[in-house]
T-cell receptor, first 113, second 114 residues
């Protein structure tokens, strides 16, 4: 089955700096890669996703890049703000898999003033 | 209006008891899921139903039994609770199971088994 690794497990940045979280996946058939943000005491919320026919996607301060050959994808947050502090999860799934998401182990992002 | 809701939010019970968690979505979605998040925050899918039919059944003890009375509801019943069942359980839904649509998560139910 699919295995998703995520690094780093914790990330501390100064407000205004950029943050990068990286994931690798094992199943070359995976073709959908969402990123979720989980705030304390809440459920995960989708912040951006990318499909395998696209190499990069951007939404304001958030961008995701995908390297299918290397089976890597990354989340980039620019101009970080204190409200970006949360746990971020990457995930992967493939067509025909019943929309089963395999999650990475999460990254605790702390944005310090 | 809450899109995906779960009850209860907190559940504290003793080993050996039987308990249920309820989930409802008002998004008109066909597919619903149960995930377990352990103490290290690792999220893993347990079950998925598409239009009341079980389509994903991961390696989960058979003490866990999902039930979908209609496509807007997916309940999780747990028999003979064990200490290791303590976790946060999340319900989620998506428009269908094709993979073309995002999954929306509920607020979670924190289960503590003592």
């Amino acid at each position: 089955g699919e295995n998703v690794e995520q690094h780093p497990s914790t990330l501390s940045v100064q407000e205004g700096d950029s943050a990068v979280i990286k994931c690798t996946y094992s199943d070359s058939a995976s073709n959908y890669f969402p990123w979720y943000k989980q705030e304390l005491g809440k459920g995960p919320q989708l912040i951006i996703d990318i499909r395998s026919n696209v190499g990069e996607k951007k939404d304001q301060r958030i961008a995701v890049t995908l390297n299918k050959t290397a089976k890597h994808f990354s989340l980039h947050i620019t101009e970080t703000q204190p409200e970006d502090s949360a746990v971020y999860f990457c995930a992967a799934s493939k067509t025909g898999g019943g929309n089963k998401l395999t999650f990475g182990t999460g990254t605790q992002l702390k944005v310090e003033l | 209006d809450t899109a995906v809701s779960q009850t209860p939010k907190y559940l504290v019970t003793q080993m050996g008891n039987d308990k249920s968690i309820k989930c409802e979505q008002n998004l008109g979605h066909d597919t619903m899921y149960w995930y377990k998040q352990d103490s290290k925050k690792f999220l893993k899918i347990m079950f998925s139903y598409n239009n009341k039919e079980l389509i994903i059944n991961e390696t989960v003890p058979n003490r866990f039994s999902p039930k979908s009375p209609d496509k807007a509801h997916l309940n999780l019943h747990i028999n003979s609770l064990e200490l290791g069942d303590s976790a946060v359980y999340f319900c989620a839904s998506s428009q269908d199971s094709s993979g073309a649509y995002e999954q929306y998560f509920g607020p979670g139910t924190r289960l503590t088994v003592t």
